[in-house]
């Protein structure tokens, strides 16, 4: 139980970390997207390589690896404007939604649950972005809905392997490329204090590296119904440590989209996982 509260705290801090870093200009976007990649990649790369039975990287995913590149580079982008708590929502209902899409392409049947899960998610999106003193920036919005869509792409790609762990690290790898692109076509934007690129290095090496291991070892002593659900607590530690570490503000919009959100994609799960059952 530990491990996995790490872990979720850990997720929840890359929403903190990139705001922290982005909202008070200590980094351009681009270069923070390049460190976190490319630090992640490092971190992953010594740990597989120092596993008794690591072997060689796993063959690139090209696919899954320009999945992880969009997200992790609209996620920077976006948050240039959105408050931490609402970008991890934003996000969190667009992996559920590219999944669930995912799954009515695929012929999946669905329940009343999961049309009604979907539904309420969707209507509290809706009414997040709707135009508003309190809503956030339509740009920034989309490119987190975008970050979402190519995590939820990223995560089909990349489940059900052998080795998660190991085709992590050679994802994270194949990712880098496409980030020092975006830092040379961005470059006349580049800024960077010690104290960005020491927020994008732990961002990318612990918070997105380690993070992935602790979640992997987590996952061996959790069911798929707790594995799942146990995610939807990401955005409310982000909201709570953006007001803690940010000075940001906890508005009604913010808590009514989230309670939307959030039973929404519970539905979703709890209806997923009683077709399993």
């Known amino acids: 139980m530990f491990l996995t509260t790490l872990t979720m705290v850990a997720f929840a801090a890359n929403s903190i970390l990139c705001r922290m870093a982005l909202g008070q200009h200590l980094i351009d976007a681009a270069s923070f997207t390049g460190l ?8 992953l790369w010594v740990i597989v390589r120092l596993r008794p039975t690591s072997g060689t990287l796993a063959r690139r995913d090209f696919v899954a690896a320009g999945m992880l590149f969009v997200y992790a580079a609209a996620f920077s982008f976006a948050y240039l ?36 899960g979907l539904i309420l998610s969707i209507a509290g999106l809706v009414y997040l972005v709707l135009p508003g003193l309190s809503s956030p920036p339509l740009v920034a919005a989309a490119l987190m809905a975008l ?17 998660p762990l190991r085709i992590t690290a050679g994802n994270f790898l194949g990712a880098v490329p496409p980030a ?34 602790m979640w992997y070892r987590a996952l ?32 009604m919009r ?22 399993r059952a």
Not at 100 to 106: D, H, Q, S, T
Not at 243 to 250: C, D, K, V
Not at 259 to 274: D, H, M, T
């Open 81 to 116: 404007s959105l408050t931490a708590g609402t970008g991890a929502l934003i996000l969190f209902a667009a992996v559920q939604v590219t999944m669930v899409f995912a799954g009515w392409r695929a012929k999946e049947q669905f329940s009343v649950g999961t049309w009604a």
């Open 36 to 43: 976190r990649l490319t630090s992640g990649a490092a971190m």
């Open 254 to 275: 913010l808590l009514a989209a989230s309670a939307a959100i959030l039973g929404g994609i519970a539905l979703v799960l709890r209806a997923r996982f009683a077709g």
């Open 180 to 213: 020092l692109v975006l830092v040379l076509v961005f470059s006349q934007d580049r800024h960077a204090t010690a104290e960005g690129v020491i927020l994008a290095v732990v961002s990318g090496a612990f918070t997105s590296g380690l993070g992935y291991v």
């Open 220 to 251: 061996s002593g959790l069911t798929s119904t707790a594995a799942a659900s146990v995610q939807l607590s990401v955005p409310v530690i982000a909201a709570f440590g953006g007001i803690l570490f940010l000075n940001e503000t906890m508005t």
């Open 147 to 163: 970050a979402g869509c190519g995590w939820g792409i990223y995560s089909l790609r990349s489940r059900g392997v052998a080795d």
